[in-house]
């Protein structure tokens, strides 16, 4: 997956200013449930991940907007759930 940012931070502009290589830099995921509007039983897992440098606290201060961001391109779907966690831990459901 690609990083993104939050508040105008560019995953560009994140990862130029790390000094190693971006594959090293510990990564944030946001992790949804995403349903169909018209069949709420038919869920699946979702996920953006962005650069540790925003923490856990600042993905969690800045989700829902991202996440409102995704619900209005993706019309015809609804989140039932979210979490921040570091990426790559264990266990999917939100």
């Not at 090293?24 to 897992?45: H, K, N, T, W, Y």
Request: hydrophobic share 40%; aromatic share 6%.
């Amino acid at each position: 997956m690609r990083p993104v940012g939050f508040a105008g931070i560019t995953p560009s502009g994140i990862l130029s200013s790390w000094e190693g290589n971006a594959r090293d830099l510990p990564m944030i995921e946001l992790l949804f449930v995403a349903c169909l509007s018209g069949e709420p039983q038919s869920c699946r897992d979702r996920s953006m991940v962005f650069t540790s440098n925003i923490g856990l606290m600042g993905c969690m201060m800045g989700a829902q907007a991202q996440l409102a961001k995704w619900a209005q391109s993706h019309p015809g779907q609804s989140i039932s759930g979210w979490k921040c966690r570091m990426a790559g831990a264990d266990g999917r459901a939100a």
